[in-house]
Structure formats: structure tokens, C-alpha cells
Nanobody
Framework: VQLVESGGGLVQPGGSLRLSCAAS????????MSWYRQAPGQERELVAL????????LYAESVKGRFTISRDNAKNTVSLQMNSLKPEATAVYYC???????????WGQGTQVTVSS
């Protein structure tokens, strides 16, 4: 299983970033996928989740209306569009494939997002 995140970087408050996660080594279209983040000194927290078909999503209250999770099952990718970014969004963002039938979960290596002027 490989999950490779990309798209992180430095952005000013109010700006946007799009994170992507390229997945391989498993039947991508059969698993829910999610994005988590971990800020320094804080616990890792769920940001957004999308079900295997893409037909259902869940968001943390803090990002509702500003972040959008999506997936492309033909390309084995899951993305997180982040708009109106705030400094408190600064964290390492991780892609995760959800556990199913005693398999998983698995995590990517993370990508740093820094929101600062």
C-alpha cells in the first residue's frame, strides 16, 4: 500500500491550496478515504472523509463550507480543496485509507501546510 500526498506549502491567510493523494497497492474504489491533520503539540484530527463511491462525505465542523474532499476512482486519487485558509489550519496533512474487514488503516507520509502572512 502506498499513499503519496502532494500539494502542501506556504499560503497567506484567506488563500487556497489543493492537496492530492495518489494511492496504489489496493482496490482503491472499495475503500473510504480521509484526510487528517496534526498541528505541533496537538493530536491528529479528522478533517474530511469520503466513502468509496464518492457519494457521501463528512467534514470537521471547523472546515465545513471551506474545504471539499473529492476522489477519482479511475485515477486512484483523493483530493482536498482548501479555501479561505486560516492560520490555525497550519499542520501536517495526512491521507488515510479507512479500515475495512480487518484490513487497514494505512497512512501516507504527510504534507506540510503553513498558513501565514
Amino acid at each position: 500500500v502506498q499513499l503519496v500526498e502532494s500539494g502542501g506549502g506556504l499560503v497567506q491567510p484567506g488563500g487556497s491550496l489543493r492537496l492530492s493523494c495518489a494511492a496504489s497497492g489496493f482496490a482503491f474504489s472499495s475503500y473510504g478515504m480521509s484526510w487528517y491533520r496534526q498541528a505541533p503539540g496537538q493530536e491528529r484530527e479528522l478533517v474530511a472523509l469520503i466513502v468509496s463511491t464518492g457519494g457521501g462525505t463528512l467534514y470537521a465542523e471547523s472546515v465545513k463550507g471551506r474545504f471539499t474532499i473529492s476522489r477519482d476512482n479511475a485515477k486512484n486519487t483523493v483530493s482536498l480543496q482548501m479555501n479561505s485558509l486560516k492560520p490555525e489550519a497550519t499542520a501536517v496533512y495526512y491521507c488515510k485509507v479507512e479500515k475495512r474487514n480487518n484490513w487497514g488503516p494505512y497512512w501516507g507520509q504527510g504534507t506540510q501546510v503553513t498558513v501565514s502572512s
